[in-house]
């Protein structure tokens, strides 16, 4: 395999001042990803069905239910 990287090219001195994961926290800060277990997962078409569904989820939990008991109350 030739190499193809031009001589002034110094990859010791490129990478010197590189800094590892200089950017990771901003990744992490703007993502936000869930592994689904594959029967959840065949159970929705794409990422927007997902929403939709937790959508519901999260309504549903604002709902007040009649004869709703706290577990401490039984």
């Known amino acids: 395999m030739d ?3 031009r001589p ?3 990859l010791s001195q490129l990478l010197k001042e590189g800094v590892r994961g200089k950017y990771a926290k901003r990744v992490r800060e703007g993502t936000n990803l ?3 277990a594959p029967d959840v997962a ?3 078409s794409d990422e927007e069905a997902v929403n939709e569904a937790l ?3 999260m309504q549903f939990a604002k709902i007040p239910m009649a004869g709703r008991h706290s577990a401490a109350a039984t």
């Open 3 to 5: 190499d193809e990287l």
């Open 8 to 10: 002034e090219y110094d």
């Open 34 to 36: 869930v592994l689904l």
């Open 42 to 44: 065949e159970a929705f």
């Open 55 to 57: 959508r519901l989820v």
